[in-house]
């Protein structure tokens, strides 16, 4: 058994409790259901059934036998529809901050709960839809030198798969460098409109700042070196490279729920009120403001 593997059963089943933690806290609390809970929930969802991929891709390399062509190709395609899940949820988070703070004054009557879940689902109705696709003959179980490093994705879909992601990033950066000016904008109007808070705008802000920088170096980080790597790599590539950039590429989806769910206010007095029943008495009651992005 490759220790690789071991590692990435074990990132699995990290994943898949952490989130299911996050699912659970979301589920119980029926003050969670705004829009920008939903959109937290879809991307724990998504994160939990990649954790469940890895679990399951370990579990059909060395324990199912005799090797099964069709589990091979279900477990492929439920880490296919799982991560790309991941980065659609992240990226719906993304344009749902950029509204918030784009549209303040109409963004609570336009976005919905309705019309979220709508967007929820088409998002993953087209995941699902990735994910079919080795199922569907789109892979190399029949032309092996034509696999590529997501073996049995094609060298071809994986090059597609790649740069798309890259450029859903590109998008991510552009509208978190939008959130940027706006939230700039908005607290030197408040600064301005009342200048002794100042002060706290400014910290503000910079928290804020640093929160965008933690996202997107953390997401960069994470997925941008194993998605030019697919890109320019095939089968013939020694494995420890795959595994050594799939790895930090599969705890990005252990990072994200301490990015946008454990450090959110509402859902950290959830787990106290879960775990002791209280919420401590330190805890900030200060309401977000615009440029808490």
Same mark, same amino acid.
């Given at each position: 058994?490759?220790?690789?593997? @071991?590692?990435? &059963? ?47 891709? $370990?579990?059909? %390399? ?7 062509? /069709? ?10 529809? =799982? $991560?790309?899940? +991941? ?5 719906? @988070? ?10 303040? !004054? ?20 087209? &995941? ?7 199922? !569907? ?7 092996? +030198?034509? &696999? ?19 450029? !859903? ?10 959130? #940027? ?15 002794? @808070?100042?002060? /706290?705008?400014?910290?503000?802000? %910079? ?14 980080? #994470?997925?941008?070196? $194993? ?16 595994? +050594?950039?799939?790895?930090? =590429?599969?705890?990005?989806? !252990?990072?994200?729920?301490? @990015? ?15 775990? #002791? ?8 009651? %200060? ?7």
């Amino acid at each position: 058994v490759s220790p690789w593997d @071991i590692a990435l &059963c074990a990132t699995g089943t990290a994943v898949a409790g952490e989130n299911a933690l996050v699912l659970a806290v979301l589920f119980y609390t029926p003050s969670l259901r705004a829009p920008m809970f939903l959109l937290i929930g879809s991307l724990a969802l998504a994160d939990l059934l990649a954790g469940l991929g890895l679990v399951a891709n $370990f579990a059909v %390399r060395y324990l199912l036998r005799p090797p099964s062509e /069709a589990a091979e190709l279900a477990a492929a395609g439920l880490l296919l529809a =799982a $991560f790309s899940a +991941s980065v659609c949820s992240l990226l719906a @988070i993304t344009v749902d901050r950029y509204l918030s703070l784009y549209n303040a !004054l109409t963004y609570h009557s336009e976005r919905t709960l309705g019309f979220t879940c709508a967007m929820v689902l088409l998002m993953w109705l087209l &995941c699902l839809g990735v994910g079919l696709l080795p199922l !569907l003959g789109w892979n190399c179980l029949r032309d092996q +030198s034509s &696999c590529s490093i997501l073996r049995p994705v094609t060298k071809d879909n994986a090059a597609v798969l790649a740069v798309t992601f890259l450029l !859903l990033f590109a998008l991510m950066m552009q509208l978190y460098l939008q959130i #940027c000016k706006i939230a700039f904008r908005h607290a030197q109007q408040i600064a301005v409109q009342h200048q002794f @808070i100042a002060t /706290a705008q400014a910290t503000s802000t %910079r928290k804020g700042l640093s929160t965008l920088s933690l996202i997107l170096g953390t997401f960069a980080l #994470c997925w941008i070196p $194993f998605a030019i790597y697919s890109l320019v790599a095939d089968s013939s590539y020694p494995s420890v490279y795959t595994y +050594s950039l799939a790895l930090p =590429a599969t705890c990005n989806s !252990l990072i994200n729920p301490i @990015i946008y769910a454990f450090r959110n206010p509402d859902i950290q007095k959830s787990l106290w009120l879960a775990c #002791c029943g209280c919420i401590p008495s330190t805890f900030s009651s %200060r309401p977000r403001t615009s440029s808490d992005v």
